[in-house]
């Protein structure tokens, strides 16, 4: 987050400066120019943080690096977190390479969601999202 990027403000980058990076915010607007979508997302992302062991010190492995997606793991002894990007116009079945774990996988983000990973699994997701699924053992 990035002056003022969490509510959408949008900023350019300069050269010679960063002024361009923190645009002009004018308080009587108020929140009326806010992005209030994002900033309630941002808000629960802060909130899985602040309770997830695993986010905030778990070990990080980085699983898959591609140019429109990404899968990282965060792990402590306690918990599991794989976090899932998609940066894609388009919905994408991503293939997981072996994790060497065997159970369910429920997202933080969309309880409606969860899917069974025995070493190895296909993950969908929708066009430009995330998943941050919690690993669950059997």
């Known amino acids: 987050l990035y002056y003022g990027s969490e509510i959408g403000m949008r900023g350019a ?3 010679f400066s960063d002024k361009a990076l923190r645009p002009f915010f ?3 607007n108020g929140q009326d120019a806010w992005d209030h979508a994002l900033f309630t997302f941002i808000q629960h992302l802060s909130q899985l943080r602040k309770t997830s062991p695993a986010l905030q010190f778990g ?3 980085q699983i898959l690096l591609a140019s429109e997606q990404f ?9 599991r977190i794989l ?5 894609s116009d388009q919905a994408q079945t991503l293939t997981l390479p072996p994790l060497h774990f065997s159970g369910q996988a429920v997202d933080l983000l969309d309880a409606s969601y969860q899917t069974s990973i025995h070493n190895q699994a296909q993950i969908w997701l929708p066009q430009n999202s995330v998943r941050i699924l919690q690993l669950r053992n059997d």
């Open 13 to 15: 980058r300069d050269d």
């Open 26 to 28: 004018d308080p009587r």
């Open 59 to 61: 070990n990080y492995r």
């Open 71 to 79: 899968i990282y793991l965060r792990e402590t002894s306690e918990e």
């Open 83 to 87: 976090v899932v990007f998609n940066a």
